[in-house]
């Protein structure tokens, strides 16, 4: 019961990865708000059922839980969950940015809407909850934010809208560390491997069942079905213990099996000049220092 007496908001929480933390932080004795707007995986339509399933299951195993329907895209979603904890519970002490969905498509055939979309329910919709917890936090001088980035943000084909808006998580995270560490409060950012329909595609599905059929066990295959969201849910929950007290603004990815703590960016190589750049000093320069045994990793075909 190492988070009795907390409170909590879990966003996303109905489904997959959210779902198990709302799990285990209440195992770990924290009442909890559970926002689930109950879309399908790109977002649309909308119900309150997982919201309330989760909610139940707390409640039947003795915890507190509140479920909330809210889309977090929306700027006063955020407001209405920190309202809505301290209306029940009388406080707030951790905030689980969680909620997002997914619209793939290759960059040239991406629409307004698809980039739209992602960017407000992820950035955005982390942006509106945090804010909101954030004046909170500030006058009780406590509180911890964990959000979720994804390893797509390093880079991942076909999904422009979403790598932008898990690295603007990424930046937002290690800024609000430093916004709110003086307050006594800390923020991380998780990238999470785990089985959950954003990541489980019919396509993937199809070729575990394939592989299944045929008898093939290959270590790809074998770790997917391995990173069940309750591992990263435990994660999750011992950064918003006291145990983490001393982690702040940093970056994990996190699986079932594993735990990875990412490098802060810092330069990797650097020349400087007294004059201002020309062409014929950066041709000089730059092939022997900065960009030195680099390499197109994604050289196009030539057009025949």
């Known amino acids: 019961m190492r988070l009795?007496?907390?409170?909590?908001?879990?966003?996303?929480?109905?489904?997959?990865?959210?779902?198990?933390?709302?799990?285990?932080?209440?195992?770990?004795?924290?009442?909890?708000?559970?926002?689930?707007?109950?879309?399908a995986a790109d977002g649309s339509g909308g119900e309150s059922g997982p919201a309330d399933e989760v909610s139940d299951a707390i409640s039947s195993v003795g915890g507190k839980a509140i479920p909330h329907y809210g889309d977090v895209s929306k700027p006063d979603t955020g407001d209405a969950l920190v309202q809505l904890a301290l209306d029940n519970?009388?406080?707030?002490?951790?905030?689980?940015?969680?909620?997002?969905?997914?619209?793939?498509?290759?960059?040239?055939?991406?629409?307004?809407?698809?980039?739209?979309?992602?960017?407000?329910?992820?950035?955005?919709g982390t942006f509106y909850c945090t804010r909101a917890a954030a004046r909170v936090f500030r006058e009780q001088r406590s509180g911890v934010v964990v959000s979720t980035g994804s390893e797509s943000g390093l880079g991942s084909m076909g999904q422009a809208?979403?790598?932008?808006?898990?690295?603007?998580?990424?930046?937002?995270?290690?800024?609000?560390?430093?916004?709110?560490?003086?307050?006594?409060?800390?923020?991380?950012?998780?990238?999470?491997?785990?089985?959950?329909?954003?990541?489980?595609?019919?396509?993937?599905?199809?070729?575990?069942?394939?592989?299944?059929?045929?008898?093939?066990?290959?270590?790809?295959?074998?770790?997917?079905?391995?990173?069940?969201?309750?591992?990263?849910?435990?994660?999750?929950?011992?950064?918003?213990t006291d145990a983490a007290a001393n982690v702040n603004g940093q970056d994990f990815v996190v699986s079932a099996e594993h735990i990875s703590l990412m490098t802060q960016p810092k330069p990797a190589a650097t020349v400087f000049t007294d004059d201002p750049w020309t062409l014929d000093r950066l041709d000089a320069l730059l092939p022997q220092s900065v960009t030195r045994g680099l390499r197109n990793e994604f050289p196009g075909k030539k057009k025949e």
């Not at 409170?7 to 997959?16: F, L, M």
């Not at 406080?91 to 969680?98: A, E, G, H, P, T």
């Not at 299944?212 to 309750?230: D, H, L, Q, T």
Request: aromatic fraction near 6%; proline fraction near 2%.
């Open 4 to 39: 009795e007496g907390k409170v909590a908001v879990v966003t996303g929480g109905g489904r997959g990865i959210g779902r198990a933390e709302c799990m285990a932080l209440a195992e770990a004795g924290a009442s909890v708000i559970v926002n689930d707007f109950g879309g």
């Open 89 to 124: 519970f009388g406080r707030l002490d951790i905030l689980v940015n969680n909620a997002g969905t997914l619209r793939d498509r290759m960059l040239h055939n991406m629409s307004d809407a698809e980039w739209n979309s992602i960017i407000d329910i992820h950035l955005s």
């Open 161 to 240: 809208n979403y790598a932008a808006a898990k690295e603007g998580i990424a930046g937002f995270t290690r800024t609000i560390a430093r916004d709110l560490g003086r307050y006594g409060c800390r923020a991380n950012m998780i990238r999470p491997r785990a089985a959950s329909r954003l990541t489980l595609s019919d396509q993937l599905k199809e070729a575990i069942a394939r592989a299944k059929k045929s008898g093939e066990r290959a270590p790809e295959i074998s770790r997917i079905e391995n990173w069940v969201p309750e591992g990263v849910a435990k994660v999750v929950t011992w950064l918003c």
